[in-house]
């Protein structure tokens, strides 16, 4: 059965890179394996980006090869620049997300680009994908990161996101993605720029969000995003990780509730919410000075769910 909604686990990649303890390759592996084998079918296993700043991705080449060996299992990865996405097309990564950050502050302080350089390293990685055969060809998506504000800058205007979504796409961008870095964003704010940034590019090229839950505000900015059409959803096993490089920006959304909600809307997730929750014992053993986040691991869920899934089921 088809899923209504794509779960897209960000842990290994997002929560491993701003912890500083390391996490060895087998226990990513794994996490990994164990994530897809509850229905995970979307993982971003890791970045290639400059190991000596994040060794926690020194592997990630090594889980790109071991993620494809899943079957229906998309192997997503975060790059910053062409190297870091020649380095992805070289291990077979199926899809390659750039951030660029919609504050160009962050975006110096981030990656020491300006807006034009990055639109620049995204003409050029587009024409990287496009020496491979077709059938090759990695899916290419450009995450606005700081989309609704920056910890740095403030208030970001939604005409800079809308502009910048513009020339992420004219420059080889498959879609862009609305990334709420900093936590900054509430519900409205998100209907309202996800519209506006449909309006300007099309409902086709906005897709998917990576909301934060620095302020309470993760699943509720999720159905937000949910009722304006959104079908991939960041998210992060026990809430693991944040953003290293804007100071005070912590707390993805937990995967364990985002799928609890989804499925208790009757939106088919193709994830196993029992076996979603016993994949955090990984965590817990490996990584035991790590607070694991998340409010269905131990409330698990309501006495009749079944009945309560099937109810929305049939209104869907
Ligand atoms: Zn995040």
């Known amino acids: 059965m088809a899923v209504d909604v794509i779960v897209s686990e960000v842990g290994p990649r997002d929560g491993l890179q701003s912890i500083d303890q390391l996490l060895d390759l087998e226990t990513k592996k794994r996490w990994i394996t164990a994530e897809?084998?509850?229905?995970?079918?979307?993982?971003?296993?890791?970045?290639?980006?400059?190991?000596?700043?994040?060794?926690?991705?020194?592997?990630?080449a090594a889980l790109v090869e071991h993620a494809r060996q899943i079957e229906g299992l998309a192997v997503a990865v975060l790059v910053p620049n062409l190297?870091?996405?020649?380095?992805?097309?070289e291990a077979?990564?199926?899809?390659?997300?750039?951030?660029?950050?919609?504050?160009?502050?962050?975006?110096?302080?981030?990656?020491?680009?300006?807006?034009?350089?990055?639109?620049?390293?995204?003409?050029?990685?587009?024409?990287?994908?496009?020496?491979?055969?077709?059938?090759?060809?990695?899916?290419?998506?450009?995450?606005?990161?700081?989309?609704?504000?920056?910890?740095?800058?403030?208030?970001?205007?939604?005409?800079?996101?809308?502009?910048?979504a513009e020339q992420l796409l004219e420059a080889g961008a498959e879609e862009v993605g609305l990334s709420d870095t900093t936590g900054?964003?509430?519900?409205?704010?998100?209907?309202?720029?996800?519209?506006?940034?449909?309006?300007?590019?099309?409902?086709?090229?906005?897709?998917?969000?990576?909301?934060?839950?620095?302020?309470?505000?993760?699943l509720t900015n999720a159905f937000a995003a949910l009722d304006e059409g959104i079908t991939t959803l960041d998210s992060s096993l026990a809430g693991l990780g944040g953003c290293p490089f804007a100071p005070g920006a912590s707390g993805n959304i937990v995967t364990e509730d985002l799928v609890f909600m989804l499925e208790s809307m009757g939106l088919n997730t193709g994830i196993d919410i029992d076996a979603l929750v016993a994949v955090r014992s990984i965590l817990e053993s490996a990584l035991p000075a790590e607070p694991l986040y998340g409010f269905i691991p131990d409330a698990s869920v309501p006495l009749g769910w079944s009945d309560i899934r099937a109810e929305h089921a049939v209104a869907n």
């Open 36 to 60: 897809a084998a509850a229905g995970v079918t979307e993982i971003e296993v890791g970045s290639f980006v400059n190991y000596r700043l994040l060794p926690q991705m020194s592997d990630t």
């Open 83 to 89: 190297r870091g996405a020649s380095a992805a097309i």
């Open 92 to 164: 077979g990564a199926s899809k390659i997300s750039i951030p660029v950050s919609a504050s160009e502050t962050h975006s110096l302080n981030n990656v020491r680009r300006t807006h034009a350089q990055m639109i620049d390293e995204v003409r050029n990685i587009r024409a990287a994908i496009n020496q491979l055969p077709a059938a090759e060809q990695p899916y290419f998506e450009a995450g606005i990161a700081t989309a609704f504000g920056c910890t740095l800058e403030g208030h970001v205007s939604l005409s800079t996101v809308q502009r910048l």
């Open 184 to 218: 900054f964003a509430n519900p409205a704010m998100i209907k309202n720029r996800i519209r506006a940034v449909h309006n300007t590019v099309g409902r086709d090229k906005l897709t998917g969000v990576h909301l934060h839950n620095t302020r309470g505000l993760g």
